[in-house]
């Protein structure tokens, strides 16, 4: 089966950096993605991670460990609107499913 | 376009009516996915259609019915629905797989009554 574990909910500062982590425990893997979704919308992609190592994009970067089974996603310069629910996902089945986590609601606070 | 189109957004039914979900992209995308999203709940997968084949199903009641007319459309047929299938049906698709990102819809909220 599949078991992908996330903090359920966080707090932090405008303008400050959180790190948003994910285990995961699966039956193969092709690769682990972090989505962001604001209530009442659909999710929207914002990394994609398939080999170790730190991917970096804008204020958003994600890490990988395929070992470990562990990825974090770090939001850097924090901003009111980044207030949503942050969900890994692992791709599985030889690429054919995306299995969602449990997501992390994030709160940014002034 | 990068957009997936989904309607009705809102729908209400009964337990004993038969209703369709729609889905539509033009990206040529040739994945397409259902996926089931509760309250605060993260979404879970329901179906995955690759080239308009069911390669997918994720153990769902037969009272969920999928169908992938041509590459660009995606319905799911409901009937005999009961009140704990309310929840956000989100549909996604993916140029071919998912290991690539998806592109989600904005969903369709269900409420059975």
């Known amino acids: 089966g599949q078991n992908i574990d996330q903090p359920t909910e966080m707090t932090a500062t405008e303008g400050a950096i959180v790190q948003i982590n994910c285990t995961y425990q699966?039956?193969?893997?092709?690769?682990l993605f972090w989505y962001q979704q604001h209530a009442g919308e659909a999710p929207t992609f914002l990394s994609y991670?398939?080999?170790?190592g730190l991917e970096e994009k804008g204020r958003f970067s994600s890490f990988l460990s395929r070992s470990k089974g562990y990825s974090y996603l770090l939001l850097k310069e924090l901003q009111m609107k980044d207030s949503a629910s942050y969900l890994c996902?692992?791709?599985?089945?030889?690429?054919?499913?995306?299995?969602f986590g449990t997501g992390t609601q994030l709160k940014v606070e002034l | 376009d990068t957009e997936v189109t989904q309607t009705p957004k809102h729908l209400v039914m009964g337990m004993t009516n038969k209703k369709s979900l729609k889905c539509e992209q033009h990206?040529?995308?040739?994945?397409m996915y259902w996926y089931k999203q509760k309250a605060k709940k993260p979404p879970e997968l329901m179906f995955v259609?690759?080239?308009?084949?069911?390669?997918i199903n994720e153990s769902v009641p037969s009272r969920f019915s999928p169908e992938c007319p041509n590459s660009s459309l995606l319905n799911l047929h409901l009937h005999a629905l009961q009140p704990e299938d309310s929840a956000l049906y989100l549909c996604?698709?993916?140029?071919?797989?998912?290991?690539?990102?998806?592109?989600f819809g904005s969903g369709t909220q269900l409420s059975v009554l």
């Open positions: 996604a698709s993916s140029q071919w797989a998912a290991n690539e990102k998806l592109f």
């Open positions: 699966t039956s193969g893997f092709n690769g």
């Open positions: 991670n398939v080999l170790d």
């Open positions: 996902a692992v791709a599985t089945g030889g690429g054919n499913k995306l299995t």
């Open positions: 990206m040529g995308h040739r994945a």
């Open positions: 259609y690759s080239y308009e084949k069911l390669s």
